[in-house]
């Protein structure tokens, strides 16, 4: 019997907004991102963040957060996409983010992050702090602050600027050679 070898199973890519807002500027930007990933990887946007119970450093945490833990465990890439609020990073996102500290998923995990907000450089530098601390592979390239977000969304809510369309290329490509670079040494 033939094994697969893990470079031949397609990429996994997870995607959690911060935002849980209807019409939000950060679900637009996820919306991009999954268009330009394409059949490059598999796509799975995380919706869970209301299921997951404040942190407490429970052993034996609820089912949400365990599915939460596999699901950031069997990701081949992480992309964070967030606003900032009250000049920090959306608690809902952080509470969950911190059931992983214990855990470590997010340990050498290839992880990009866009900060979608009016201003937004306070969030983007916080999460940068958060994503350190944890020890997640962070290529520079893979880092995007896009400030003044409302005003790049056309009428539908949608973002079709071309500039801002090719900076968000920028950041999936740099999260995809970096997954397939972490899976070239894992083999
Ligand atoms: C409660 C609240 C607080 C906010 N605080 C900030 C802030 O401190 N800094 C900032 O740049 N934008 C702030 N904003 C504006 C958001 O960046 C902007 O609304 C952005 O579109 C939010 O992302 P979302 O549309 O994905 O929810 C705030 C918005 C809300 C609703």
């Known amino acids: 019997m033939t094994s697969i070898s893990p470079i031949d199973k397609p990429i996994t890519i997870v995607a959690i907004s911060g935002s849980l807002r209807p019409n939000s500027s950060n679900h637009a930007v996820l919306n991009v991102v999954k268009e330009i990933i394409g059949d490059r990887a598999k796509f799975t946007q995380f919706e869970g963040l209301t299921d997951i119970p404040a942190f407490d450093d429970n052993p034996n945490p609820v089912r949400a957060v365990f599915d939460f833990r596999n699901l950031l465990r069997e990701a081949d890439g992480v992309l964070i996409c967030s606003p900032e609020y009250a000049f920090g990073i959306p608690g809902a996102l952080k509470n969950a983010i911190d059931w ?88």
């Open 100 to 187: 992983t500290v214990s855990s470590g998923e997010l340990v050498n995990k290839p992880l990009a992050l866009i900060t979608a907000a009016t201003g937004g450089e306070k969030a983007h530098a916080a999460w940068l702090l958060v994503f350190t601390a944890l020890s997640a592979n962070m290529p520079d390239g893979s880092m995007l602050h896009l400030p003044y977000i409302r005003s790049k969304l056309n009428q539908n809510g949608q973002i079709n600027n071309p500039e801002i369309l090719k900076t968000i290329e920028n950041v999936v490509d740099s999260l995809i050679i970096t997954i397939n670079q972490t899976r070239n040494r894992i083999e």
